[in-house]
């Protein structure tokens, strides 16, 4: 199968979400929704084991993918405010849930190993990858390969023969059966094969049933996708690197966010109106996260408590002046209501959240710009986003926090040049020179939790990203384009040691303040003991 390109609204500025981490609690929630379509009656039991050589060995409670499993268990969304309950509402409908340490073969830090029985009997094992921003991929169920990402409406075919012949015909008669069918694969499971059917709408009753008439078919699923935007056999983008943005914006004289608009609607098969609309539902939601941590939050699971009003109420001298003062002030807001499990957008992901909403809203303040603006602005940061996603990734677990808040700030430097009027080539110079800034930024949470150093990087990013757009505008020397800097970022990612990717095991995770802090959650029966 063709692996799909990169979404602004799926990969890039979304989802939106409650949770301390798009890695580990909203991918959770959406492994768990797709888990629980495997039994039609009810599940009684289910089983996450973690790797003790990954992320989730020491985060998976702090960072809340106990809590998003569980939530997708019970078919909670992403933005449910359910979620902060939902273990014990699972438990209490009868459904036994465990976590454990367990030594296995993990090729990603993200890695969920999970058994689980229904209450007819059935017993999967699922192996699941968070990849990055929320984003997913099953890749062996029962002993078979797959992938399965959410993007699809999947129709899984369990087949009692294994012979080749044999189920070279059978895959031939599905594919007559199936109108508008985008992909058909197999694999060997333990004693079986399993045919996996990709389309963009549910089969009918009546063709499912079809598939009995071959004698091999044993068990049928079927799965609903569980991302925003739908994937397709041929889906084709306008732009796979930032040099072909830059030569369709010459040729065109068009704006970065034009352009963006262009692409999502060519990815998504959606209209451009449909584009802006849901860019625009996205600004009010991030505008919201703003006013709800300025408004005051409060979480007990957390290290910092409401610190953003302290900086718009500050009247001593300050460097920077008002404006500053607000683009702190956001970023800290916004990070302070994903601490508090309230509503934000991971821009890219949940621990990136702050820098690139806070440092736009914050202009836009300053500027006295219309809402407008802030929309294009999104666009134009999320078309630079997608082409980070295409070539390297979001996961801190695999490139360091340069993935997560490090891209954010290349995002908003591209964003505020087309806030500000600059051309398609300076914002392209402006996230290239923000990227070269932070490469090597390390992940060495505090805690486990996503605060400390989490909210001072967010804030990073965002005067980070204000400095490379300005020097953009300014007609500063962009050594290094884009494309290249990112295919550097991406190499330096994968050579940052595994302690330092967002494990726990080094930097200032390690530290005796760090480790008092560890120890004061614990005894309030916060952070459990592993």
């Keep these: 199968m063709k692996i799909q390109p990169p979404s602004i609204f799926n990969d890039v500025i979304g989802p939106v979400m409650r949770g301390p981490s798009s890695s580990h609690t909203a991918a959770s929630v959406r492994i768990g929704k797709l888990v629980r379509q495997f039994f039609a009656s009810g599940i009684t039991s289910f089983h996450a084991a973690f790797d003790p050589g990954g992320s989730l060995a020491s985060t998976y409670s702090s960072q809340a993918s106990d809590i998003g499993l569980a939530g997708g268990l019970l078919n909670m969304d992403l933005d449910d405010p359910g979620l902060v309950n939902s273990l014990e509402t699972a438990r209490d409908r009868g ?17 969920y190993r999970i058994t689980a029985r229904g209450e007819q009997g059935e017993d999967y094992l699922f192996v699941f990858v968070s990849t990055g921003g929320g984003m997913l991929e099953l890749r062996e169920l029962n002993g078979a390969a797959v992938s399965i990402c959410g993007d699809f409406h999947e129709t899984l075919l369990f087949l009692n023969s294994t ?31 399993l045919v996996n059917i990709k389309t963009g709408y549910p089969l009918p009753a009546q063709l499912t049933e079809a598939f009995d008439i071959f004698d091999l078919l044993e068990d049928i699923v079927q799965l609903e996708p569980v991302l925003p935007l739908r994937s397709r056999k ?11 943005i830059l030569a369709d914006a010459e040729k065109e004289t068009a704006q970065l966010w034009e352009l963006a608009v262009k692409y999502e609607s060519a990815r998504g098969d959606i209209s451009e109106e449909e ?45 920077g002046g008002e404006r500053d003062k607000r683009m702190i002030a956001y970023i800290t807001a916004i990070m302070e209501t994903k601490s508090a499990m309230g509503v934000i957008v991971a821009a890219p992901t949940a621990g990136s959240c702050g820098g690139l909403p806070g440092t736009l809203f914050a202009a836009a303040d300053e ?7 802030i929309i294009k602005a999104l666009l134009a940061a999320g078309l630079v986003g997608a082409i980070i996603a295409r070539h390297s990734t979001f996961a801190a677990e695999a490139c360091g926090c340069q993935a997560e808040c490090g891209a954010g700030s290349g995002m908003a430097a591209a964003g505020l040049v087309q806030m500000l009027g600059g051309t398609v080539s300076q914002a392209l110079d402006a996230a290239a020179m923000a990227l070269q800034n932070v490469m090597g930024m390390v992940c060495d949470p505090v805690a ?6 989490c909210l001072g990087k967010n804030i990073l990013a965002g005067f980070n990203a204000a400095a490379a757009a300005n020097m953009a505008l300014a007609g500063f020397k962009n050594v290094i384009p884009l494309d290249e800097t990112i295919g550097a970022l991406h190499e330096a990612g994968t050579m940052i040691p595994a302690e330092l990717r967002c ?20 005894q309030k029966k916060i952070l459990p003991l592993t």
């Design 95 to 111: 459904i036994d849930i465990k976590f454990q340490i367990t030594e296995y073969e993990a090729d990603h830090p993200n890695t």
């Design 163 to 193: 012979e080749k012949a044999v189920i070279g015909k059978y895959i031939a008669n599905i594919e007559k059966l199936v109108p508008g069918l985008d992909y058909c694969s197999v694999a060997d499971g333990r004693g079986f094969s």
């Design 234 to 244: 041929n889906c084709t983008v306008p732009y796979e690197y930032a040099a072909d």
């Design 275 to 319: 584009v802006m609309k849901i860019a625009g539902d996205i600004a009010a939601i991030m505008k919201s996260s703003i006013e709800t941590g300025l408004a005051g939050t409060e979480y007990e699971d957390r290290i910092l408590g409401p610190q953003a009003l302290k900086m718009l109420q500050y009247d001593g001298k300050i460097s």
């Design 367 to 373: 500027l006295k710009l219309e809402e407008g603006m």
């Design 448 to 453: 486990e939790r996503v605060e400390v150093p």
């Design 503 to 522: 494990t726990g095991r080094a930097g200032l995770s390690t530290t005796a303040s760090a480790r008092k802090v560890a120890r004061k959650l614990q």
